[in-house]
């Protein structure tokens, strides 16, 4: 499996756009790259998943470069519910495979 | 559907109790992870199963921890004899795990567990 690196804390303020790298040098051809987020008390929760370029769904855009080796999550105007850890996983799952976590970014909103 | 469902919510315990944690994966789903989360530790992956069956369980702390899925819409996790250092949030997950198409996996909500 792909480690991943990602800033373990981020601040910011509503309104504005957040953009959380998350660095994989060693993810392999067939490995999807995928973030989800975690709300305190609940389990964690897909938010978007890519393999290349971009991807765009209603909560955030995923930026993938070619060389695969990093990735950026975007989340547009972020307000105080956007609270959350965010956790970047990198791996292949269609048949069951492990679902590995890492320690996440602990992003903060303030108003 | 209602989403994995997993029971106790809540649970507390004395040290040397067993502790058995339940879960209804969504219905269709043929993968199930445990998983288990401290401030000190993070997210960590316990066992997960494909098709019922147990495919690594490597992340199983030690023998006093044991999981069993009997069918495709229920699996326990087992704790004998507890500790206080077993005290965590427990959650289940599961996910279609099948195809072409990578798959995302649904959490439960979890069963915060304190031994005392």
């Known amino acids: 499996l792909a480690k991943t690196t990602q800033p373990i804390s981020m601040d910011s303020y509503e309104g504005q756009e957040v953009n959380i790298t998350c660095s994989h040098n060693n993810i392999a051809t067939n490995d999807y790259i995928t973030w989800y987020q975690q709300f305190p008390s609940q389990g964690p929760r897909f938010i978007i998943q890519g393999y290349k370029t971009k991807v765009t769904n209603e909560v955030a855009s995923l930026f993938i470069p070619a060389d695969r080796k990093s990735s950026t999550l975007s989340l547009p105007r972020v307000s105080l519910s956007d609270t959350a850890v965010y956790y970047c996983l990198v791996g292949v799952w269609n048949q069951g495979g492990k679902l590995i976590f890492g320690q996440g970014t602990e992003l903060s909103v303030k108003p | 559907d209602a989403g994995v469902i997993q029971s106790p919510r809540h649970e507390v315990t004395e040290m040397g109790q067993e502790v058995t944690l339940r879960c209804k994966p969504i219905s269709g789903h043929n993968s199930l992870f445990w998983y288990r989360q401290t401030m000190m530790r993070g997210l960590e992956l316990l066992i997960y199963?494909?098709?019922?069956?147990?495919?690594?369980d490597s992340g199983m702390p030690e023998d006093r921890f044991s999981a069993k899925m009997p069918n495709a819409s229920f699996s326990t996790l087992k704790i004998q004899p507890s500790e206080p250092r077993d005290s965590a949030v427990y959650f289940c997950a599961s996910s279609l795990g099948l195809g072409l198409m990578n798959t995302e996996a649904f959490f439960g909500q979890g069963t915060r567990l304190t031994v005392v």
């Open positions: 199963f494909n098709n019922n069956v147990p495919i690594d």
